[in-house]
């Protein structure tokens, strides 16, 4: 079984998907690979994903009823030096919030199950990996960061072939982001240690079918690494 999580995703697979991992060639053998122009995806790190201050999950969604909790606040620490390696490298890093739902709702709980009981803006970006002045913030409306927004333009202008993502939650917006940029032909890296969800099955799921189907799911460390490989600074 191939992904560096294998062994996390495997305890979610039934006897019989194991043996049809073994028994088919569907199965995927080998990673699909990524190409030398990068740009990083960082997917809804905003408050309401988290909760604060940082803490268990079954204690956060008290306030925060839509967190993530501690896993989600690990997700962030593993992205700050991926981030750091973007930026070094010269490769683009383009974050997305939600817009206001009366704009959009594509979850379909009331808002009112929502609403965290804090004063903090849910939707800002948790100041451990705010943006840089030469990042770019798009909002989105649905949960695909194409969807609504100009990336595969700002992508294409910049002749990026590859994204690496990072964010939440695994099942959802980092998933349909990820088909859809399959769809449009780009190479995807998902950093799967730098990647969350409310629910441990529907994570590790996401990450088995997605490295399956339309991407590799990498570690931190690999992207990291894949990042200096394919650096767009020169060294004086």
Same mark, same amino acid.
């Given at each position: 079984?191939?992904?560096?999580?294998?062994?996390?995703?495997?305890?979610?697979?039934?006897?019989?998907?194991?043996?049809?991992?073994?028994?088919?060639?569907?199965?995927?053998?080998?990673?699909?690979?990524?190409?030398?122009?990068?740009? &990083? #995806?960082?997917?809804?790190?905003?408050?309401?994903?988290? +909760?604060? =201050?940082?803490?268990? /999950? *079954?204690? %956060?969604? $008290?306030?925060?009823?839509?967190?993530?909790?501690?896993?989600?606040?690990?997700?962030?620490?593993?992205?700050?030096?991926?981030?750091?390696?973007?930026?070094?490298?010269?490769?683009?890093?383009?974050?997305?919030?939600?817009?206001?739902?009366?704009?959009?709702?594509?979850?379909?709980?009331?808002?009112?199950?929502?609403?965290?009981?804090?004063?903090?803006?849910?939707?800002?970006?948790?100041?451990?990996?705010?943006?840089?002045?030469?990042?770019? &913030? #798009?909002?989105?409306?649905?949960?695909?960061?194409?969807? +609504?927004? =100009?990336?595969?333009? /700002? *992508?294409? %202008?910049? $002749?990026?072939?590859?994204?690496?993502?990072?964010?939440?939650?695994?099942?959802?917006?980092?998933?349909?982001?990820?088909?859809?940029?399959?769809?449009?032909?780009?190479?995807?890296?998902?950093?799967?240690?730098?990647?969350?969800?409310?629910?441990?099955?529907?994570?590790?799921?996401?990450?088995?079918?997605?490295?399956?189907?339309?991407?590799?799911?990498?570690?931190?460390?690999?992207?990291?690494?894949?990042?200096?490989?394919?650096?767009?600074?020169t060294v004086a």
């Amino acid at each position: 079984m191939t992904g560096p999580f294998a062994a996390e995703w495997e305890k979610y697979l039934t006897e019989r998907d194991r043996a049809l991992l073994t028994a088919t060639s569907w199965a995927k053998r080998s990673p699909f690979g990524l190409g030398d122009n990068v740009a &990083v #995806l960082v997917v809804d790190l905003y408050y309401a994903a988290l +909760g604060l =201050p940082q803490q268990d /999950i *079954l204690d %956060a969604v $008290g306030d925060w009823p839509s967190a993530c909790g501690e896993d989600g606040w690990a997700a962030v620490d593993r992205t700050v030096p991926l981030l750091r390696a973007a930026r070094d490298a010269g490769a683009p890093v383009i974050y997305f919030h939600a817009t206001p739902a009366r704009y959009g709702r594509w979850n379909r709980k009331p808002g009112s199950a929502l609403a965290p009981k804090s004063t903090v803006d849910p939707n800002a970006i948790v100041s451990e990996v705010e943006p840089w002045a030469d990042d770019i &913030v #798009l909002e989105k409306i649905g949960p695909s960061c194409f969807h +609504g927004t =100009p990336l595969d333009t /700002i *992508l294409r %202008a910049g $002749g990026h072939d590859t994204l690496l993502v990072a964010g939440e939650a695994t099942s959802g917006c980092v998933r349909s982001t990820v088909v859809d940029a399959c769809t449009r032909g780009y190479r995807v890296g998902v950093v799967g240690d730098c990647c969350f969800d409310r629910f441990e099955a529907s994570h590790w799921l996401s990450l088995f079918d997605l490295d399956q189907k339309y991407a590799d799911v990498l570690t931190a460390e690999a992207a990291i690494g894949h990042l200096r490989q394919t650096s767009r600074r020169t060294v004086a």
